[in-house]
């Protein structure tokens, strides 16, 4: 049973990755992760911020059409802790790179094109096996249209694209009128992957303070059908690597996502909720599954259920909607008449 892939030009054991999360962020997590058996790992993002706070010219790089990141950058946690700032970044690549077997991805959170893309150079020197660009912005402006902000993005990945020789995947948003276009410019722009997608954190409010507070919640496996869907739409379309993050849970998903077309799926909410043992539980049960229902390998099932290749595309798109709305049925379980 071959549970082996290729993300980016690198071989990976099987497709469960570690995606960012506060267990990639330091050599202990790291080794941990290593140990319980996941393929690769996705460093903690690095940010823009940080970055451009080093240089003490914070002020001169973060003018992008509003006024509205600046000030988002005054409600910003001390960055110089974060992560032990950029140096403290390439000590822990270096150090990864040094004490493990598996590949590790760097992560670089950004959304201006300015004055902090050289640092994908940097890390190609510390050693990193590949570079995520996590790209986040939430558009506040009624001046800025949608085709300013796609091209932002576009200049981002080409200015990484011209830093660095490694590979380089981008973690996108799903929220862009045309994502197919998007994902087809970027990857013109010199994207080897796209990790679809990176979650929208909503603020919420302290009625007793107040004040904004920033709220987390862990990832529902619900969430996991958005990613899907664009998967299974994308895959054969654009010459991309496909990853799948947001609602990876276990081997279902896992199974779903390779069939739609991703070369990994990215878990991160499941490691920290119920621990690093549901690596194994969900190779293992992969692994059943696959001999169960007669696959060979990992690569023989990719794209199998995507819309190049299912026997009703149209799943994919409007006549789907229609036929989910209909599909609500009662649960006489609960009495209902």
Not at 38 to 45: E, F, G, K, P, R
Request: include cysteine.
């Amino acid at each position: 049973m071959n549970l082996e892939t290729h993300y980016l030009g690198l071989q990976l054991a099987h497709p469960l990755v570690a995606s960012s999360s506060p267990l990639t962020g330091d050599i202990d997590g790291i080794l941990r992760l290593e140990d319980a058996g996941i393929s690769a790992i996705v460093l903690h993002s690095l940010f823009e911020e940080q970055i451009i706070a080093e240089s003490r010219h914070l002020h001169h790089h973060l003018e992008f059409a509003s006024e509205s990141y600046g000030e988002a950058l005054s409600y910003a946690p001390e960055l110089e802790d974060y992560n032990r700032g950029p140096d403290g970044y390439l000590e822990l690549i270096e150090t990864a790179r040094r004490r493990t077997k598996i590949p590790i991805i760097a992560s670089l959170n950004g959304v201006t094109p300015q004055g902090w893309s050289d640092y994908a150079g940097r890390i190609e020197e510390a050693g990193a096996h590949a570079l995520e660009l996590n790209l986040y912005f939430i558009p506040a402006d009624v001046e800025v249209d949608g085709r300013a902000i796609e091209q932002q993005y576009e200049e981002v990945v080409l200015e990484v694209r011209a830093q660095t020789r490694l590979p380089l995947a981008v973690k996108l948003c799903p929220y862009f009128s045309s994502v197919p276009n998007v994902a087809h410019t970027l990857v013109e722009a010199g994207a080897d992957g796209l990790v679809l997608f990176n979650r929208f954190y909503q603020s919420d409010f302290d009625l007793e303070t107040l004040e904004v507070a920033p709220r987390i919640s862990l990832s529902d496996p619900a969430e996991f059908r958005l990613p899907l869907t664009w998967t299974g739409i994308l895959y054969g379309c654009i010459e991309a690597d496909f990853a799948i993050t947001t609602g990876v849970h276990g081997y279902e998903e896992l199974l779903k996502g390779v069939m739609a077309g991703a070369r990994v799926t990215m878990m991160a909410s499941a490691l920290l909720r119920d621990g690093l043992e549901t690596i194994d539980k969900t190779v293992r049960a992969t692994r059943d599954w696959m001999e169960k229902h007669e696959y060979e390998s990992i690569e023989q099932m990719r794209g199998s259920l995507s819309q190049k290749h299912s026997a009703t595309p149209s799943a994919f798109v409007r006549p789907n909607y229609m036929q989910t709305l209909q599909s609500w049925r009662p649960d006489p379980a609960l009495g209902h008449s």
